[in-house]
């Protein structure tokens, strides 16, 4: 687990115990999670073979869309820090040959955005 271990210190870390417990169904044959990430109600999770993005939907955050993409598909990434009168950082995704991100997601302080970029680019990179 080496770079992994290194981030589950990280508030905004969500546990091994409770990716299992809410989203152990979503895992296929010998696929594991390796980190999730929590923002506000939406979760990132890196497995062995895939990023899977939980975006909680609706006031009542009753609907929920479980998107998975796999690593061989992300052509390109980047984060865009946090500036002094920005409160946001930001990532972005780009699935294929599209021309925009496919994913845009804002990250708020409590997140840091480099351990997010820092295991994309392990999965992605190689």
Same mark, same amino acid.
């Given at each position: 687990?080496?770079?992994?271990?290194?981030?589950?210190?990280?508030?905004?870390? $969500?546990?091994?115990?409770?990716?299992?417990?809410?989203?152990?169904? *979503? *895992?296929?044959?010998?696929?594991?999670?390796?980190?999730?990430?929590?923002?506000?109600?939406?979760?990132? @999770?890196?497995?062995?073979?895939? *990023?899977?993005?939980?975006? $909680?939907?609706? @006031?009542?955050? /009753?609907?929920?869309?479980?998107?998975? %993409?796999?690593?061989?598909? %992300?052509?390109?990434? /980047? $984060?865009?820090?946090?500036?002094?009168?920005? *409160?946001?950082?930001?990532?972005? %995704?780009? $699935? /294929?040959?599209?021309?925009?991100?496919?994913i845009v997601k804002q990250f708020n302080k409590s997140v840091n955005v480099y351990d997010v970029q820092k295991v994309l680019a392990h999965h992605v990179l190689?």
């Open positions: 687990m080496g770079i992994f271990s290194a981030i589950l210190g990280n508030a905004s870390s $969500v546990s091994q115990e409770d990716l299992i417990k809410k989203y152990g169904q *979503l *895992l296929t044959d010998n696929e594991q999670f390796e980190i999730g990430f929590k923002l506000i109600r939406d979760t990132f @999770i890196f497995t062995n073979k895939r *990023l899977i993005l939980v975006d $909680v939907q609706g @006031i009542t955050g /009753s609907k929920t869309e479980y998107k998975s %993409i796999a690593y061989k598909s %992300i052509t390109r990434f /980047s $984060v865009e820090t946090a500036g002094t009168f920005d *409160l946001d950082a930001e990532l972005k %995704i780009w $699935v /294929s040959s599209e021309q925009q991100p496919s190689g």
